[in-house]
């Protein structure tokens, strides 16, 4: 069975940095892309940051130049490294791995940041 278990959230100051991780247990099988993705309180969940399975990235602009995804094939384990966070960042931030047949989400963190 699958499970991605997101982690690193927390509460930050603004300009201060946080480094989520998403620990994938269990085999998912030709994986198209890797994403980041958030949903702030009363808003629509949306994509932060993805990266393809030949390594291309793709950010929303929101956080370009900000916030940085990566992946760690042996760890089988993604990350999101975020700087200069800002209080629109605030949000429950989400972890997704996709193939041709499924959607796979963890369970979600919370990162809050203070004005």
């Known amino acids: 069975q699958v499970q991605l278990v997101e982690s690193g959230g927390g509460l930050v100051q603004a300009g201060g940095s946080l480094r989520l991780s998403c620990a994938v247990s269990g085999t998912i099988f030709s994986v198209n892309a890797r994403g980041w993705y958030r949903q702030a309180a009363g808003n629509q969940r949306e994509l932060v940051a993805d990266i393809t399975s030949d390594g291309t990235t793709n950010y929303a602009d929101s956080v370009k130049g900000r916030f940085t995804i990566s992946r760690d094939n042996a760890k089988n384990t993604m990350y999101l490294q975020m700087n200069g966070l800002k209080p629109e960042d605030t949000a429950v931030y989400y972890c997704?791995?996709?193939?041709?047949?499924?959607?796979?989400w963890g369970q979600g963190t919370q990162v809050t940041v203070s004005s």
């Open positions: 997704r791995v996709t193939n041709t047949w499924h959607a796979y």
